[in-house]
Every structure is written in C-alpha cells, then in structure tokens.
C-alpha cells in the first residue's frame, strides 16, 4: 500500500490542485499554498511533489498556450486524477473516523 | 554587428536571468521538463524583480537553477537512451580505423609522439601507485602512528627525528589514552651471525623490538608465536630470505645463533617483508636483550633510559578504533612538558606524530628508518611527465586543425547527412582515442624498458620501488590513455563540429583554418618553450657537476684509496701496506672528508662567552702531507705515541677569522692556545682554507686534531701505474685480515663523484625528459611544416614562375617557423637561468658561475634540428616542378 499512500504535503498539494480548478500550474500552486496553508513553500519541493503525484498517477497534466509571459514558455497545468480524488476522500475519510472517535470530553481538556 | 544593436536595444527594458544559469538548466534538465521549468524560473524571476529587485532576483534564479538539479529533473546521457548510439560507435571506430590509415604520416607522427610520451606517463603512475602502496598489506594502517621527535639546537633551525627516546615510548605506553598497543623498536642490530662452526660467520643487520612490534605491525610469521616470540631476551625473529641463508631450507626455529659471546635463539620466521614497506630488516632481536642497567655503552646522550637520549628508538602506536589522535597528541605535548620541565636543559623535546600513511611521503627527518620520497621530487617527476604528454596532446591538436582543409569536407557532408554536433565530437575524440591506444601498445614496450632504466639509475630507487604491474595498474593506464586521448583530441573536436556544412561544401578554401593559427603558434610555442628549458637545464646540470668533481678543494684527491677499517687494528694492516711497491704513503684519519659527513665540537679563545662550532677531523701526522694541504704558518703535527695527551691543534684562516685569533695573520696565532670541547690545545699550524663539507655548505671554523690511531680511515695513496694488480694485493692483505667482511675501499675521486650522485640521477632523468620533449616537439613542427608546405604548394609555383630564387623561398617559408623558435628561446633562456642562479645553484655555496654559452648550446642544437627538418622540407617543395602543379587547378 505505501505507493498509494499519501503523505501530509501531497494530500495538500493534490487538494490545492482541486481548489485551483483550472489555474493548477506550478507556480500557482506555489503561491496558493504559501497565501493559505501559511507555509513558506519552494518551487522546487512543490515540483518534486507534483513528479511524484504524476508517478503515482494522482494527477495528470498537460500543456497550456504559449503566452507573451514567462519568455513564451507554456505551462504545464494539472488536474486531479480518478485515483487521485479516490485517495483524498480516503484519507478525509480516516481523518474523519479518528475525529468521531475522540469523545468530546477529552478535546476540551487538552 | 546589426543582432548586437538589437540585443543591446532590449536589455535596458527589463533585466533577464543570467544566461549562464539558463545555459546550464537546459543542459541538465529533461526535455520533457524543461519548458515547463524554465516558465516557471522565468516568472518567479520577474515576480522577484518587481519585489526585490534586480540582484536578488539573479541570486535567486541562479540557487533555484541549482537547487532543481534532482534525480527526476536530470537528462539521461544520450548514448542511453539512444538507441542509435552503438550502431555510431562502431561507425566511429571504423571511420577512425580508415583515417587513421589513410593519414600515415599524421597517425605515425601521433603514435609515435604519444608512445613515448605516454610510457613516461605510466611510469609516473606506476611510481606514484608504489608510492600510495606504501605500508599497504599491513593491517589498520589507518590507526598506526609513529611518534617522532623535534629539538632545536641553540641557533640553528629545528630539527625533526624519526626518533624517540626509550623513555618516551615507556611514557606513551603508560599515560597516553587510545592506545591499544606502542612498539618501541631500537635501530641497528649488526653482527656476524655464527651457527656451530667458526668459518660460518654470516653478516646480519636487523631492529630491536619489543613484544608489542607485532600487535602494531602485522607481518605474517611464517613460524613462531607472534605474541611471544619477542618476549625472551635475546630471541631472535628471522625473515624468510635471512633464515635460507643462514639454515637452509632446515627449520631454524629453536636453533641458537651466536653473535659475539652471546647465544641468540630463534623463535620466528617472518614471510619477506614487502618492498613496499618503509621498515627494512633482516631479523628482529627482542628490545629485552638490551640490559638496561648497563652502564658502560652509555654515550654522551646519556643511559638507555635517558629521556634526552632520543637518536636510536622508534616509537610505533597502534590506537584503539575510534580513538582521537587530538586528544593522543596533547597527551603527548603533556609528557614532553613535564619531562622537559623536569631537567634543566636547553634542549626541549618535543614529541609529534605522524600517521603511518604519510611517513614514506612526509618529507626527510633525521634518524629516517628506512627509505623515504621525497615529495617534491615526486612532485617533479609528474610535472615533467605531464609536460611531455601535454607536448604530445599538442602535437596531436595542432596537426589535426593543419589538415583541416581535407577533413573539413568529410565533416561537411557528415552534417548534411544529419550529423548533430555531439556525434562531430564524438568522432574526433574517438579517432583520438583510438590513436591513444594504439600508442598505448607501444608505450607499454617502452615502459618496460625505461622502467629497467630507472631503477637502476641509483639502488636506492631500486630497493625502494617495485613499479610492478597489477590489474588495478594497467586499468589505470587505460584510463590514463583514454584520458589523454580525450584531452588531445579536445580541441579538434570542437574546431570541426563549428564547421558550416554549407560554406564548407561550397568552397573548402572558405574555411578559417588560419583564424586558429595563434593557437597552433602558441602551441608551438609552448612545446619549444619547455624543450628549450629541459636541454638546457641538462647542459648546465652537467657542466656544473663536472665542476664540482674538478673543484679545488684546498687539497689533492688523486690517487688517494680510503679503506675503511671496519673496527679492526689498522697497525699491522698499515704496515703491511706501506711495504707494496705501489704504496706511496698511508695515513690514518677518522673521517673522509668534503662527502657530507662530519663531526664537530665547540671552540673557545680568549673570551670565555664567545663559542663556536668548529669541523674537526682526527688525523695522524702523514695525513696532511698525503694530501697536500697547504701551510700557512707553522708546522705539522709530530708523531707521538699512542696514549699520549692531546696538546697541538692546526687550524685553517676561518677560523682566525671567526675568533680574531693573532689579529687574522697566521703565522702570530701560532702558539695560542684554544679551547676544544674539553681540551685546551695549541695551535702548532695553520692551514688554507680547505673544504670540510660538500660544496653545498660554506667553510667554516675547522680544526685538525692529532690522534695516533683515529681508526676509522686508512688513506693510502697510490702510483696510477698497474692499478688493478695493486687492489687485488691490498685485498689479499685484507682477506688476512678479517676472513668474514668484504674491502671496503673507495678512491677519494669516485666517493666525491657518488656524494654528489643525487645530482647525477636529477641529470640522467632531465637528459632523458629533454630529449623526449625535443623530439616530439620537433616530431609536432616536422608536420606542421609538411602541411603547410602542401597547403603553399600552389603559391611557392606562382613564385617560382615569376622568378623567385631557391635561397629567397627557403628563407620566406621558413623564417616563420624560426619566428616561433626564437620567441622560444626568448622565453626559455632567462627562465632557465633565473631558476638556476636562484633556486639550484643558491643551495651551493661554491659553485662555477654559468656561462652564456652553456645557455646558448641548447637552442643551437634545437634550432639545428628544426632547421633541417624546415629546411629539407621546402627545399623538396621549391624543387618541385611549378609547371606540374600549377597544370593541376
């Protein structure tokens, strides 16, 4: 199972890509996750995670349009994959499980 | 000029990212990453200049281009994942098989030139592997440490001991942390070795050792007990080679050996210590059979146990795994301290290690143990080894550009084919590698027999080095060999895949093959430049070698045979002599000097607080008469009986000078009395100045001092006629002498000419490197000259045709190359002479001076043969028939 399995930062990098719909290139990936998740995030982990997302067939991209832009250079935009979007709903739902099972008693007196 | 305009129009608009840095992320990063990646840098990079400015925004493109260099981000090598990459080599290979034959003058020019060059090559790795092989087969050579001393003599500069002082083996042993074993070992152990019979008697020579020697130094034993066979007094641990010699092929273990009046008894047999070791023995004599409370072989130095007594024990440590050698060293400066603090000496000893890895390699200390290289001798050897292939590379590179007209046409069409750029390069180094190694079969040959040559240029490189081969070692010089193909064939390389196919295929002639002449005449240059230092730094070397045979030394030399006695009474041996016909005179003196070895006391006059070190010799009365000294006042020394007491002293004008002794003149400073050591002596003589040392060390203050019987040298002299009839006579009286040791004599001239054979050895290698360098430069310059002949060929006609003379064209096409020559000579004479007059010739303190014609010889001679060569080539091209040529267009 650990191919499949999905680490902290991925599951939050594959849901950022979800949350950008159809804007999910690196770079806004980037930015997304160090204006909301309030993280200081590197381009370079964020790519290296995408590469891995990709290997584990989580996600698929594609090329855009050329734009005047980043040098006329395309972007590679991302979208989350069947397999992907079954694993997110799995980990939510092992979360939610854990969440349940805490008696509300206990939460508060942390 | 017009895209330059352009491009500088648009930089002001906006900065860009370093180019460099994009260069690079396009050559490490994946296709199918890459743009996608260089968007992304792009934009970060303008989002970064808009905050934080132009700088920053470089900076950070430039650690991102770095920081993206990952597993997943990195492109395959071509020849991977190509799958036309094998099918191309073998088209290299036979592309470069068929040009290789079709050129025979360029590939025979090249194999020669990089076989030679190359068998240096290898036997400079063959060297240096030796060198790294050092102490290898021994095991956890990582953890075993000498422990070695430094003192500073009152006013002279520190001097380092691979010694220790017993006590301080003791000390480490006891209080120093980490240790998991110290080996104290004791030098020179000699005596004739003596089993059963008298006539038996074998010379051996070997180390004291203790019972630790084998913890730290694992030396298989063949036979024995390697925890005990130490431990007994006078237990004796033999090698393989000493026990064949002394027992045969019987079991020596257990068997008694007498030395003296002392039964030893074996307890050992050691498997042959490697070559490659830094210790050398023939036996071990357990460190137990010195008895310690014996006093009467005390020397000045003190009782074994003496801590200022540190000239003849090694200390070995072999410390525990994981062990700190910080905190091992400071626990050495620790004892030094105390022990020094503890005795009121001027001499403070300290104590350093050195790990085992690096004593073969760490520079002469005093005292050595065994043989040790001298760094920048190694250094040297692959300086020169490297400038002699670096010549051949060139060689290579400048004959490949020089045919370039007729290559230029193959490459065209390779690229109209579809060649891409790499697969040019790919080519051409192949084809020089394929050179490298055809040279490689050759340099092998040549190695073998250089290798033969080098080891016997002087025994102590043959009893240090084994340069023998091993499977690592011929890997090596494969690699080596690929390597300076590559390098050779670097430079082509990239000249022909800049080739235009299209301007190339149109007109050959378009080509810029002379926009690359600078860097074949710097090349050129280069080659010349260092063959002209070599040849002349031999002639120099030579001629100053000769003058230090020839030099005045203050007495004569000739004719004179020192035999060393060896430790026998020289009376009866002496006479004995003196009754040969052929003995004109012998005389008896305790050192021969003016080879490097010398022994010294302090000298006091009137002053009580003014001393100073004086040479001494010990001689009799005919020593000086023998060998012609010159008397400047007084007289010499009166012959007297044996145990008479010391009273007379002769003195050479050093020495009035350094003490103003009767105001510098001689003949008032007779009958003044001076302190030596302990001696208050008169001087009865005076003597010219004499050399004492070597040439390298300035005359100091000497003193001669009479002793009936100094013993340790008889000098005879003898008549030049029927010389070899004498030696055999004085060796029968010798044989009478002592049955068990061979003569040991030399005459005084050949024992100069050896003190000074480190000198002979230094011009044997550099007279070999130069002639090396001179012909493959010139091997490099015949070429060129061939190509350039057959690319002028047509102008050399239109020439002739108008009516230039044989003599006018010879010198027009030559006087280029000459050109090139002289701003060789230009560059390497002052050179060579500056090195010399400051560095070599700085070391000697008496030395001829150089003459500017010794200088001159070298370039003469190179000048000679590149003038044939050039010579001989255009004559042919100005003989040929102009009207053949020309009728070719």
Redesign the interface.
Known sequence: MKGTHLGEFEEIVLLTIASLVNNA???AICDELSTHADRTV???VV??VL?RLEEKGLVKSE?GEATS???G????YYSVTGAGKASLLRAKEIRDQLWQKIPQLTLNRI | MKNNATRRGRAPKSPRPPKWATKFLQFYCRPS?L??????????F?SNLKTRGAFLARLIYII?VL??V?P??LRKPSFANNSTARPMLANYFKTSTRSITRNKLFSGINIIGMAFSLSVGLLVIAFVSDIFHYDSTLKNPDRIYRVYSSFQPSGQPTMKLATTSWKAGALVRQQAPGVASVAILRNRFSGDADINSIDNKVPVTGLYADENFFDVFSFPLLKGVASSALKQPHSLVLTQTTANKLFGQGDPVGRYIKFDTVNYTVTGVLQDIPKLSHIQFEMLVSLSSIDLKDTSTASSDGTYMDWNNFFSNYTYVLLKPGADPAAFNAALDRIARAENASRPTDRHVALHTQPLKNIHIGGQMGNEIGFVANPVEVYMQCGLALIIILSACFNYTNLSIARSLKRSREVGIRKVIGARRMQVIGQFISESVLIALLSLGFAFLIFLFIREQFLSLNPRLDSAFSLALSPRLVLAFLAFTVLVGVVAGLLPALFYSKINAVSVLKDASSLKVFRHLSLRKTLVVVQYTFSLIFITATIIGYNQYKGFLKFDLGFKTENILNIKMQGHDDAVFAKQLSALPAVTGVSRSLLVTCLGSLTGSSMKYNDPQDSARVDINYVDENYLPLHQYTFLAGRNFLPKPKDAPETETIVNEETLRRFKIGHNDPSKAIGETVLIGRKHLTIVGVLKDFHYGTLESRIEPTALEYVANPGRYLNVKVSSTNLPATMTSIESLWKELDKVHPLDADFYDAEIEHAYSYFTVMLKTMGFFSALAICISSLGLFGMVIYTMEKRLKEISIRKVLGAGNGLLVYLLSKSFLFLLLISALIALPLTWLFFDRVILARFAYHQPIRPGELLIGPAFVAAIAFLMIGAQTLKAVRSNPARILKNE
Do not use: I, M, P, Q
Not at chain 1, 73 to 76: C, I, L, V, Y
Not at chain 2, 35 to 44: R, S
């Open positions: 290139y690196s770079v590197k381009l370079g790519h290296a590469n090329l832009t980043r040098g250079k395309r972007k590679r | 990453l743009e996608d990646l260089e968007g992304d840098l792009l934009e970060f303008d991102d920081k993206f990952r997943y981000t």
